[in-house]
């Protein structure tokens, strides 16, 4: 059971502790209750299509990944796994490999829930990053439609008092009083570049004072709960999902998967058989289909096998 947070908890962040490998263990304890807090909060928090999100923690020590300080602990809800690497398969095409190498984590991918916990506060939000470019994609696609636009601002108009809508080092509105005009000046700044060592990111949410938070004691799980169960709706508008395809992303979802299973094999390439009877012999494609499966012209006889049976030559 979630027990609260104390000052202990809320000085482990303190700044002349974020570059220092010392303080590992108080953060990994802020962490490790963190979690506890996430298991109790995970069953109420879905994707669209009914399926639990992903709750992850970020990491309690100095890395490549957090510009080797540590400056907050976090936990992420996010979809899953396997929807992650459905689309990570095309994003990441798309990223430079710098950027892969100096934040290899998944929230750069996906917007995802977030309850953060720093030296002076908790910040409960909804995040996306400029490199999540599915979600980023549909979220810009749906806010050009006037109706998905009101939908959205209904749902904006609903969240808790104090509630805004900001751009990491740029403009913030209140989620409220967002017009057309705001979202254009929030989307142009989040396609800003990014400074050396520096990530902005797209944030829907508000902030609690440690004092607020620590006050709550054991019930600081169902504030959460309910502050998260507010943003949901919000998180489901914007991510992307086949249910909600504003990028049409299942055509091209459907051809990777399909180029995956073919391993990248063409009618007429030459391939040599590596398992069974015929292993060791060499052919030509005569044909393919959408599941994997070819016909093989070995000498002269056509042979049906799978793609994994074979390698190009």
């Known amino acids: 059971m979630f027990p609260g947070f104390t000052d202990r908890d809320f000085d482990a962040y303190a700044p002349n502790k ?4 010392v303080f590992n263990r108080e953060r990994l304890e802020v962490k490790q209750k963190l979690l506890v807090l996430g298991k109790e909060l995970g069953g109420v928090l879905v994707a669209q299509d009914g399926s639990p999100l992903l709750c992850e923690a970020s990491s309690e020590h100095p890395a490549l990944w957090n510009h080797k300080q540590v400056e907050a602990q976090h936990l992420f809800f996010s979809r899953n796994e396997g929807a992650r690497k459905e689309l990570d398969r095309i994003i990441d095409r798309a990223r430079p490999m ?8 998944p929230q750069r991918n996906h ?3 977030t309850l953060g916990l720093d030296h002076d506060r908790i910040e ?4 996306l990053h400029p490199d999540a470019r599915i979600d980023r994609q549909n979220l810009e696609r749906k806010l050009a439609d006037h109706w998905e636009r009101e939908k959205l601002g209904a749902l904006l108009a609903g969240l808790p008092e104090g509630t805004t809508v900001s751009v990491t080092g740029g403009s913030q509105f209140p989620a409220a009083a967002l017009d057309e005009n705001a979202w254009k000046t929030l989307l142009a700044e989040l396609a800003r570049p990014e400074a050396p060592g ?3 990111w797209l944030i829907i949410g508000r ?3 440690r004092g607020d938070a620590k006050a709550a004691g054991e019930g600081f799980a169902e504030a959460a ?3 998260l169960t507010a943003l949901m709706p919000v998180y489901q508008w914007i991510a992307w999902s086949r249910e909600n395809d504003f990028v049409l992303m299942r055509e091209a979802l459907k051809q990777e998967k399909q180029a995956l299973r073919q391993k990248g094999l063409a009618k007429n390439d030459k391939v040599r058989i590596v398992r069974g009877v015929f292993s060791g012999r060499n052919g030509v494609i005569q044909e393919i289909d959408a599941k ?3 016909r093989v012209l070995v000498g002269t006889v056509a042979l049906k096998m799978a793609a994994e049976e074979v390698e190009k030559i």
């Open 18 to 21: 974020w570059k220092s490998n």
């Open 98 to 105: 710098m950027t892969m190498l100096d934040d290899p984590t």
């Open 111 to 113: 917007i995802f829930l």
């Open 124 to 127: 409960l939000a909804v995040k």
């Open 198 to 200: 520096q990530t902005h």
């Open 207 to 209: 902030s609690l004072p």
């Open 225 to 227: 709960r309910r502050e």
């Open 292 to 294: 994997g499966g070819l």
